[in-house]
């Protein structure tokens, strides 16, 4: 067994038997619902529900996935979960502006992500995404623009200072960066490259140099 796996079995921790609550409006900034339908014996289908309660963080307590077989609860994990199933494990990561990763892996096939609840904000998203292709890919396009635009401000003003101690001057020189923005400038692009990656989030596409590094 791979080291990730062992130490996300141990994370794994059996479920309660309870039933999967209807995804509520108001759970929409904070709460995120996929679904998996998996074949089942005797050629019946079973429904995988994947449910991750993000405000958990408000509490500062770890977020935790839980996993629901036909409605019923049968099993949670601290993120970054993998959760065994019929045929392959279920995998779910977060990052700091929403979920990065629920795919399920079959033993013997590649990785498909998993159907997010229509109510939800991964579910609207999607369905945004469906009825409106071209303005779609637009906002796709801008949210890596604003955060190309966020690494690489970034690069440039962690260079400045890099360059001004004095062994790395000595060997190479100092640098000044040839960009230097208002504060008000620095901080909506701040803002603009938070909502690129939250936007992201909502399609579950994750970059740790664009999403991690832009801010």
């Not at 209807?22 to 619902?33: E, G, H, I, K, N």
């Not at 979920?99 to 033993?107: E, G, Q, V």
């Not at 603009?192 to 801010?215: C, F, K, P, T």
Request: hydrophobic fraction near 45%; include cysteine; proline fraction near 7%.
């Amino acid at each position: 067994m791979a080291w990730k796996q062992w130490a996300a079995s141990k994370r794994l921790k059996p479920g309660d038997g309870r039933e999967l609550q209807r995804f509520r409006w108001w759970q929409l900034p904070l709460r995120s619902v996929f679904w998996l339908r998996l074949p089942g014996a005797g050629g019946h289908a079973r429904v995988h529900a994947i449910d991750v309660r993000h405000w958990a963080r408000l509490g500062n307590s770890r977020v935790r996935a839980h996993l629901f077989l036909d409605g019923r609860h049968v099993a949670e994990s601290k993120l970054p979960a993998v959760f065994p199933v019929d045929g392959g494990v279920i995998e779910v990561a977060m990052s700091n502006y929403g979920i990065k990763r629920c795919h399920y892996r079959p033993l013997g096939g590649q990785p498909r992500q998993l159907t997010p609840d229509p109510a939800s904000a991964e579910g609207r998203r999607a369905r945004f995404g469906a009825r409106h292709p071209g303005l779609s890919q637009a906002i796709g396009i801008g949210s890596v623009l604003l955060l190309v635009i966020g690494v690489g401000l970034n690069l440039l003003q962690l260079a400045e200072p890099v360059f001004r101690i004095p062994p790395v001057a000595q060997r190479v020189g100092t640098f000044e960066s040839p960009i230097h923005l208002p504060i008000w400038l620095n901080l909506a692009l701040g803002c603009g490259a938070v909502l690129a990656s939250m936007e992201r989030a909502l399609r579950l596409r994750y970059s740790s140099l664009l999403d991690a590094a832009g801010h």
